[in-house]
């Protein structure tokens, strides 16, 4: 498959050339429509799994507390992105309870897990629940929104596939950010 073209997600990218190659305005409304709602939905899940963990973690809650009166003032998703345990939080809340578990895909030519050899084309599904619990993170049962400053996590969650990762990665991931942190 063809790169898409400079400026053009992959998602939009394949959206053309499903349709011809053009969008119409109708089109993009109603695929506009549908990620808000999905964005929602997941978004406002995370947001009650990250309050349950913070309510069970009162050290912890009065220090994303602290942070969050400073996070009022933020105006940006920059600026809402720099307040490192509101956003830890968001995340812990992910790798403790995905709101998407699995995330299936293909593999392609060349695909080897854990030693065993892949054909190009089998379905796989990785667990996110078991993945945010394994023995990739120290203490991987304790809710610990520091995790995030450390890096242990990755950029946007990458070690836990939160919002999955290149081309077609979730789309929505800043503003997902931005509505659990704010």
Request: hydrophobic residues 45%.
């Amino acid at each position: 498959a063809a790169a898409p073209p400079k400026g053009r997600s992959c998602f939009a990218a394949r959206l053309a050339a499903a349709e011809g190659g053009t969008l119409s305005r109708e089109r993009v409304l109603q695929e506009a429509v549908g990620i808000l709602l999905a964005g929602h939905e997941t978004s406002s899940n995370t947001a009650t799994w990250a309050l349950y963990l913070l309510a069970c973690n009162p050290a912890e809650q009065a220090a994303c507390r602290a942070e969050a009166d400073t996070a009022v003032a933020a105006s940006t998703i920059d600026e809402l992105s720099s307040h490192t345990l509101l956003v830890g939080s968001m995340y812990e809340a992910l790798r403790l309870y995905p709101v998407v578990p699995f995330s299936p895909k293909l593999c392609p030519a060349g695909t080897c897990v854990d030693g065993a050899r892949l054909p190009a084309g089998t379905r796989v599904s990785p667990n996110k629940a078991l993945l945010g619990r394994s023995a990739l993170f120290a203490e991987a049962g304790r809710f610990d929104p520091t995790r995030y400053a450390r890096g242990e996590l990755g950029p946007h969650g990458a070690r836990i596939a939160a919002f999955g990762a290149g081309p077609r990665a979730c789309i929505g991931t800043r503003l997902a950010e931005a509505e659990v942190v704010s």
